[in-house]
């Protein structure tokens, strides 16, 4: 799950950084799968946090007691010696809440809120006149197949619907009629959670879909196309549905058009629309909640969508972001009713020693600004997301003989318990820059630069993130020929592979480029800089094999 690319710390700054920098892998594939496990309290640095794994750093004294230094800030913390396990493996994961219990197997129904077994999905559906005909019909296609495949293969899971145009129209229940909330009350956060609190106050029965998924595809069959487009507010009030109900959960977020009514309009220009769905991403995170953002665009329709200021609803919390056709709804309610995670509520930290930094982090737009000891929320996460994490000597220079790294990532696994995995890397430095070139890895050092070009083309710098990929490939090439010739060693495998992969990408993005053309140009560049800033290993590996069949 920790992976680095080179073998070895060098005591110096390498001579060529851009090739060759300090790079660990996080692969989170393999979270929830520990050498071993405890129930034990982790024991952590009063100071920087690091946990305690090595039982060969306690001493004794006759004044202390038992105590140890941390290897990692030198803090001096007093130690209960009868609250160690005598064998800590580098590889652990500490048991630190157990599931809540689920609701008593005596009760013959599995309707009443009540009961906590089941999560929440919410689908929020953008019915503005834009919607009408292809689109709005393709939706409730999707719709009615998600919610027969929940009948069969999640029945226990709770559903509501809520659809908007210039009102936000709240379904509670598919055998009443909905809440219509409109007018001035879009435009007040404060109201409108009051008056969703008062319209469920006296009846917050949810029914499973399991019995009532008959019901509910009636009622996603009268949908119809109507005005404006309230998203800010349908948003607003489908978190809020969560923390009432006191569920966690998931839910679809659907629009082919620009928020342009009630608060987070962003047909403006307004700064406060932006923060309003970064507050709103974050309130998602607290509550446990993941976001699907799914952007549709009909042929030569290139209606802006805001995606990717709605993408931080989806980089908060582990959701996905999609920009697609009518004809290409079916097949992504399908991926999205297909999505495992191995873990929700993923916070990640790095402890490292003073004189090591961190440099960056990718594959995470909320590790920006990161730095020693801080904490990466990443929401939920599947098992093909990675981040890649890059170390530096700001000295410019490794004076220890051996270098302590430990990754922590705390995270709510699929049984409900509350765990913490905790890694610790030791790792020996050289002083012959050789060894270090030649045991280098450059499979990491491409794709951590793929993720960092998402971002690029998140933001839009397209031309710029495109030119530095290509740079990339110019320095690698160069730089294997050279040692190839110099009869010096290399990971040549590593090199040719990090090449290719380097090659498909820079493939891909002239494909994109093309479509990008028919397509609302922002909203699509969000969608494609998010996949590229989630690329894995795995991901290029297996898309290089499918190219050689």
């Known amino acids: 799950m920790f992976n680095r690319a080179f073998t070895k710390f060098l005591d110096k700054k390498p001579l060529k950084e851009e090739l060759y920098p300090y790079l660990y892998s996080i692969a989170f594939k393999e979270l929830g799968k520990p050498k071993k496990e405890t129930k034990n309290e982790p024991i952590r640095c009063k100071n920087c946090e690091a946990v305690f794994t090595d039982i060969k750093l306690i001493q004794e004294d006759p004044q202390k007691g038992s105590y140890y230094v941390c290897e990692y800030c030198g803090t001096i913390n007093k130690i209960d010696k009868s609250k160690i396990e005598k064998n800590l493996p580098n590889d652990i994961d500490f048991i630190l809440i157990e599931a809540l219990k689920k609701g008593s197997k005596k009760e013959e ?11 929440l999905y919410l689908s929020v559906i953008d019915i503005s006149g834009s919607m009408s005909g292809a689109k709005i019909e393709a939706v409730k296609k999707s719709l009615i197949q998600t919610l027969k495949d929940f009948k069969i293969n999640s029945p226990t899971t709770k559903y509501i619907l809520i659809a908007f145009e210039s009102s936000v129209y709240y379904y509670l229940r598919h055998d009443q009629n909905p809440f219509k909330y409109h007018g001035d009350l879009l435009f007040s956060l404060e109201s409108m959670k009051e008056r969703l609190k008062k319209s469920t106050k006296k009846d917050r029965f949810l029914g499973s879909i399991g019995e009532f998924a008959d019901g509910w595809i009636k009622r ?15 948003l607003y009030f489908a978190i809020n549905t969560f923390e009432i109900f006191n569920y966690t959960g998931r839910t679809t977020l659907l629009t082919d058009g620009i928020a342009n009514t009630g608060i987070g309009n962003l047909s403006g220009t307004s700064s406060g629309a932006k923060k309003f769905y970064e507050n709103m991403a974050e309130l998602c995170n607290q509550n446990n909640i993941i976001v699907d953002v799914v952007g549709v665009s009909g042929s030569g329709d290139n209606n802006e969508m805001g995606l990717q200021t709605l993408g931080k609803l989806t980089d908060k919390t582990g959701g996905t972001l999609y920009l697609i056709s009518s004809e ?21 930290k790095i402890i490292v020693p003073p004189s090591i930094n961190i440099a960056n982090i990718t594959g ?6 990161a730095f020693k000891g801080s904490e990466i929320n990443l929401g939920a996460i599947t098992e093909d997301r990675e981040l890649f994490l890059e170390l530096e000597s700001p000295e410019g220079k490794v004076e220890k003989e051996e270098v302590p790294v430990q990754l922590q990532v705390e995270y709510i696994d699929n049984e409900g318990h509350k765990r913490m995995r905790v890694i610790t890397d030791k790792v020996k430095v050289t002083t012959d820059e050789n060894e270090f070139i030649s045991q280098y890895d450059q499979k990491f050092n491409v794709v951590m630069n793929i993720q960092r070009a998402g971002g690029g083309y998140y933001a839009g710098k397209t031309k710029e993130s495109k030119e530095k990929l290509r740079s990339l490939r110019r320095k690698i090439s160069g730089e294997m020929n050279y040692r190839n010739s110099s009869g010096l060693g290399i990971i040549g495998h590593s090199f040719s592979a990090g090449l290719a992969y380097l090659d498909d990408e820079l493939e891909e993005i002239d494909m994109e480029e093309k479509k990008a053309a028919q397509a609302p140009t922002q909203s699509y560049w969000a969608v494609k800089g998010q996949k590229r800033a989630r690329t894995s290993l795995n991901t290029m590996k297996k898309r290089r094999e499918k190219k050689k069949k």
């Open 364 to 369: 995470a737009f909320s590790s920006k600004g």
């Open 220 to 234: 996603v069959e009268s949908l119809t196309s109507m005005d404006m487009t309230a998203l800010g507010p349908a």
């Open 328 to 348: 290409e709804m079916e097949t992504i309610f399908s991926e999205l009713r297909q999505m495992k995670y191995v873990g929700k509520d993923v916070k990640v």
């Open 109 to 119: 129904k599995i309707t009443k809120v009540d009961i906590t077994e089941g999560d």
